[in-house]
C-alpha cells in the first residue's frame, strides 16, 4: 500500500475545506494501493481549521522538541501535529506501507519545502511533521510535485 495524503486524493480535508486533487492519483486510484491519510484530521484537528505553519525549524525539529507549530495568533496545535504523525506511522505499520506520496510545503505533508513560519508565503528546506516522521521510519516519501506517470507506475508495480 502507498500513502497519499488525503487532500491529493480528492478529498476534503485541507484547512479551508477543499481539497489538491491529483489527476495521476486519481486515474490510478481504482487499483486500490493508495491508503488516503489526513495527518492534521488524525491529530484530532477540525476541518476547516486556521492555516498554521512551522515556527522557526522543520517536521524534524518539532518531534525533537526544538519548535513548535502555531497558527499566525500563536494558538498551539505542536501536539495535534505529533499525534497526527504517530497515527500514520500506525497506519503505515498495519497496512505495510512502501512509500508515501505527499502534498508539497504543508507543514504536516512537505516533502522537500515548508512555509518558513513567518506566514508571508516564505518557503524552506525541509520536511512537515509526518512525512519527517515517515522518512525516520524508512519509508520512501515522494513530493506530488515530482510525480510523473512513470514513477508512479513504477512505485505502484514495487509494491506487491
Ligand atoms: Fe492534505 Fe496533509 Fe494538509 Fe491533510 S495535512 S490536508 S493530507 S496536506
Redesign the pocket.
Known amino acids: 500500500m502507498i500513502i ?6 480528492g ?1 476534503n ?3 479551508d475545506g477543499k ?2 486533487a491529483h489527476a495521476l492519483i486519481q486515474k490510478y486510484s481504482s487499483q486500490g494501493k493508495f491508503i ?6 488524525l491529530g484530532g484537528l477540525t ?1 476547516p481549521r486556521f492555516p498554521v505553519e512551522i515556527i522557526a525549524g522543520t517536521g524534524q525539529d518539532v518531534l525533537a522538541g526544538r519548535c513548535m507549530v502555531k497558527g499566525e495568533l500563536g494558538e498551539d496545535v505542536t501536539q495535534q501535529f505529533i499525534q ?1 504523525a504517530k497515527e500514520t506511522i500506525k497506519i503505515g505499520e498495519m497496512v505495510k506501507v512502501t512509500a508515501a506520496i ?2 508539497e510545503r ?5 516533502v522537500n519545502t515548508i512555509y518558513d513560519g513567518t506566514f508571508t508565503h516564505r518557503i524552506l528546506l525541509g520536511q ?1 511533521v ?1 512525512a519527517a516522521i515517515l522518512k525516520e521510519s524508512n519509508i520512501p516519501i515522494y513530493s506530488e510535485e515530482e510525480l510523473t506517470e512513470e514513477n508512479l507506475i513504477k512505485l505502484l508495480g514495487d509494491d506487491t
Not at 4 to 9: D, G, K, P, R
Not at 36 to 41: A, L
Open positions: 497519499v495524503s488525503a487532500c491529493l486524493f478529498l480535508t485541507k484547512y481539497a489538491n488516503p491519510v489526513c495527518p492534521e484530521q476541518t497526527g505527499l502534498k504543508s507543514p504536516s505533508c512537505g512537515g509526518t
